[in-house]
């Protein structure tokens, strides 16, 4: 069955260094996503991407965050200067079409120290 | 704009028990809503979608949602419970106004027991 793989599982950074996080998506999926979740809260969604371009973003998807999708496979979520505040479990997501189910990864835990 | 309101942060249930995972939604359009799943250390996984089609939906392994307009509820049940249903349970909605984004609700931790 073809699943969302995310790279690295666990990642622990210094306040203020860059930290990208990878995703393989579904192959034939056109919609990607990243959703975060910060322990004990909700999942919220940050940012989507279609056609080589950000379609939707949140208010926390802010100048120090960035997307690419800089081959055939690979998504990217870059983080060029993290906080304390962006510990949490990141999630990326693919879709079929635009209303369709999301799939999941099993996340990217991100600890910043 | 649209959210999404889980009555209960945590559900504890007996195993053969019915399980009753409560939610309202609020959305500006016709929505779509979803149930999904966390298991401890694992990804999110789709448990069954209403897309305005059938009120109500069945999903895997037992589960299922009525859509209630009237309520503006999308509550999730299974008639018996099984330990391995212990998990986090989030309840979701899209709505065209929103684009594709998916909004998830805070979750409800269902806890079984033997």
Known sequence: EPEVTQTPSHQVTQMGQEVILRCVPISNHLYFYWYRQILGQKVEFLVSFYNNEISEKSEIFDDQFSVERPDGSNFTLKIRSTKLEDSAMYFCASSGGGRGELFFGEGSRLTVL | ?114
């Open chain 2, 1 to 114: 704009a649209q959210s999404v309101t889980q009555l209960d942060s945590h559900v504890s249930v007996s195993e053969g028990t019915p399980v009753l995972l409560r939610c309202n939604y609020s959305s500006s359009y016709s929505p779509s809503l979803f149930w999904y799943v966390q298991h401890p250390n694992k990804g999110l996984q789709l448990l069954l979608k209403y897309t305005s089609a059938a009120t109500l939906v069945k999903g895997i392994n037992g589960f299922e949602a009525e859509f209630k307009k009237s309520e503006t509820s999308f509550h999730l049940t299974k008639p018996s419970a099984h330990m391995s249903d212990a998990a986090e349970y989030f309840c979701v909605v899209s709505d065209r106004e929103a684009g594709t984004a998916l909004i998830f609700g805070k979750g409800t931790t269902l806890s079984v027991s033997s």
